[in-house]
């Protein structure tokens, strides 16, 4: 995979980091204080800091950790699941944010244990034929790190066991619009179970969709052109 190049660290990005947060909340993709995201900014990674209400989270109170040591102990204190961010930055330099939430759907399969399976065309968005389950472990821990990225190493997304979800993006806005997908995908899932089965397609037919996806979206429009 080509590394990303980190986001800047400047007022801009964090506030985006923020509104971030607040999106999902007032989506109803989280409640409360959560969830958490982080972005890749120079050697480091910023993320959002442990306990703090997102509607009175200033830019200046996100947290800078290291990318390949634990944080300073004497600095503000990080998102207590600030491991598996570090650890999905390090497997992942590819996408250079990482966003976690509770939504409800998704959360209902996690405490079900179940993945999702290619039963829309828009698991492919995800990097696969299936939303997959990382193992469950204590929120914070090694083990739970480990998990997480093993498992989103060709994958943009997960559901965690017991837990919730986790999305990757290549910016904020990509990484927004995936926990939503994410989240729909669930919603079709657990609906499509009452009363019957969903279909599922094939690895041949989710192939073609993300072979499709490369060339969707508008056009580049080159210079001199109308």
């Not at 939504?103 to 492919?124: D, G």
């Amino acid at each position: 995979m080509t590394p990303a190049a980190p986001l800047p660290d400047t007022t801009a990005t964090r506030q985006a980091l923020i509104d971030a947060c607040l999106w999902m909340n007032a989506r109803g993709l989280n409640q409360g204080t959560s969830g958490n995201i982080s972005a890749r900014v120079g050697d480091g990674l910023l993320i959002t800091p442990s306990g703090v209400p997102y509607e009175a989270l200033k830019p200046e109170e996100l947290v800078t950790i290291p990318l390949d040591a634990p944080p300073d102990s004497g600095g503000p204190k990080p998102s207590s699941e600030w491991p598996f961010h570090q650890g999905l930055h390090r497997a992942r330099p590819d996408m250079p944010v990482v966003l976690h939430a509770h939504p409800p759907y998704c959360s209902i399969l996690a405490v079900q244990r179940r993945k999702i399976p290619a039963c829309h065309y828009m698991i492919a968005a995800f990097g696969g034929n299936d939303i997959p389950l990382a193992d469950y472990a204590l929120f914070g821990s090694p083990e739970l790190c480990a998990n997480m990225a093993r498992i989103m190493q060709d994958r943009h997304g997960c559901l965690m066991a017991n837990h919730g979800a986790t999305v990757l993006g290549e910016t904020v806005e990509k990484a927004r619009w995936r926990l939503e997908e994410l989240e729909t995908l669930a919603r079709t899932y657990l609906f499509s179970s009452i009363g019957g089965a969903p279909h599922i397609l094939s690895d041949d037919e989710i192939a073609d969709v993300a072979l499709a996806f490369e060339s969707y979206g508008p056009r580049a429009v080159s210079d001199g052109e109308t």
